[in-house]
């Protein structure tokens, strides 16, 4: 999981219950750097006013080889996650649908 993963296709429409990740960097000590397009409640679809970009550092833990666990704050999101050919399959608790991500080239 360590380095940065960029999302596959175009920046998600919010989602009224989570964020949706567009970038996330995770490095070796358990900090994450993710940059989402925050949750934006039912109205943000009906008037489709264009997403919100935002970013924060977070902290995660991979208590298993399938559970993403990221700490927001005092909040905590579970994910189930599987890497496989350099991509990052990333689904929310509860969701069927995985978010897909691509393992960007390891900066110089």
């Known amino acids: 999981l360590i380095g940065t993963w960029t999302r596959d296709g175009d920046v998600p429409k919010p989602d009224p219950k989570a964020p949706q ?47 993403l666990r990221i700490a927001e704050g005092s909040s905590h999101r579970e994910y189930q996650y599987r890497v496989s050919g350099g991509k990052l399959y990333l689904t929310p608790s509860g969701a069927s649908d995985a978010a897909v991500f691509t393992k960007s080239a390891a900066a110089s």
């Open 21 to 67: 990740f567009t970038q996330l960097t995770f490095t070796p000590d358990g900090g994450l750097s993710a940059t989402y397009v925050a949750a934006g409640g039912a109205l943000a679809g009906v008037i489709g006013k264009a997403p919100k970009v935002q970013s924060e550092q977070d902290t995660y833990a991979t208590p298993d080889a399938q559970t």
